[in-house]
């Protein structure tokens, strides 16, 4: 839904994500003319294996941001035939160039490429889409450590709430390694209480409804409905799909936007929080370096 439509909508208000994540590539270009005086350009690769027209699209768009930002940025393509062991040897060279701060491997992979052995053989101090077990250990551990670029975007967005959020209680809909968990992981660091709702959870409506806060992270359109949201809760939907040819999140904006106080929009809301975070966290690897 688009910025002008919006104003439709009076009961919530709208966490813009696109004009907090330009805030934060304001701040990412400033660190990056930094680390530039220093004889330092920050760098970020993306892996791309196979011919999908949507995750071409997803990195043009992160390449773009990056090289607007003043970044060293290169994409390694390779065919969708590639071995597991063809994805991990460029993901090696990657590993060993001084001028890549930060590897990122586009998902999903070609059925038959293991995802599990091409994240695992990133560096993690290169992780910086945080998908190695190193880094989600680091958020389960409390520790200094690269979290998901969605996840972040999502914890940020949270914070221009102005709501603490130690105490409240929190449903996220959806476990998935890059966004429920890692969310459930940083709402429970902020001493949020969380119920991580899937698809063998029964009462899934009820647990949401009884939340201050409820992220879905599913990719179903119309999933959640304002008979699923707390009047007053706020509400980041964090899913996206394709419906009736339109980018959709997991919300039904109308009827959520009248039950919650704060609701993001898609498109506009966590998607442009996600580039940022990425080049966010290109940046502060970068910036270890020093």
Known sequence: MQSESWEHYMAAKILDGKKLADEFLHEITSRVHALKALHVTPGIAAILVGEDEASRTYVGMKREAAEKCGFHSVVRELPSSSATEEVIAAIAELNSDPAIHGIMVQLPLPKGVDRAAVLESILPSKDVDGLTSTSLGAIASRMNGFVPATARGVIELLKLTGVALKGKSACVIGEGMQTGRPIA?????????????????????????????????????????????????????????????KVAGDFDFDSVSHKAAWVTPVPGGVGPMTVAMLLLNTVEAAERTL
């Open 185 to 245: 992981l940083l709402l429970l660091n902020e001493f949020a209480t969380v119920t991580v709702c899937h698809v063998h959870t029964h009462g899934v409506a009820e647990i949401a409804a009884n939340s201050d806060i409820l992220v879905s992270a599913v990719g179903k359109p119309n999933l959640v409905d304002g008979g699923m949201v707390k009047q007053g809760a706020i509400a980041i939907d964090v899913g996206i799909s394709k419906a009736g040819g």
